[in-house]
Nanobody
């Protein structure tokens, strides 16, 4: 069973930056698409950004131009660089690997809290 550990969240003022990291156990990491998700209070979890094993990326419209997803397969780690943060980015951020349609996921980690103050 793959385990996911997210880190790097915190409290930041609007306009600031954070870099999130997610380490995944298991050797299958390098062949999987990885995604960053977020869930704000009272809202459903949403996909923020994804990166394929080959490095292709896609982003939610709300974060395009501000967030950058990357991965280091040698370290089983996926990153999310978040710039120009806005209060509406406040949420718990998770990583996971969507597989199939409808997607199935590994067990969710604990996530990392990002709070953006205005």
């Amino acid at each position: 069973q793959v385990q996911l550990v997210e880190s790097g969240g915190g409290l930041v003022q609007a306009g600031g930056s954070l870099r999130l990291s997610c380490v995944a156990s298991g050797s299958i990491f390098r062949i999987n698409t990885m995604g960053w998700y977020r869930q704000a209070p009272g809202k459903q979890r949403e996909l923020v950004a994804a990166i394929t094993s080959g490095g292709s990326t896609n982003y939610a419209d709300s974060v395009k131009g501000r967030f950058t997803i990357s991965r280091d397969n040698a370290k089983n780690t996926v990153y999310l660089q978040m710039n120009s943060l806005k209060p509406e980015d406040t949420a718990v951020y998770y990583c996971n690997s969507p597989t199939g349609r409808p997607p199935s996921y590994w067990s969710w980690g604990q996530g990392t809290q990002v709070t953006v103050s205005s």
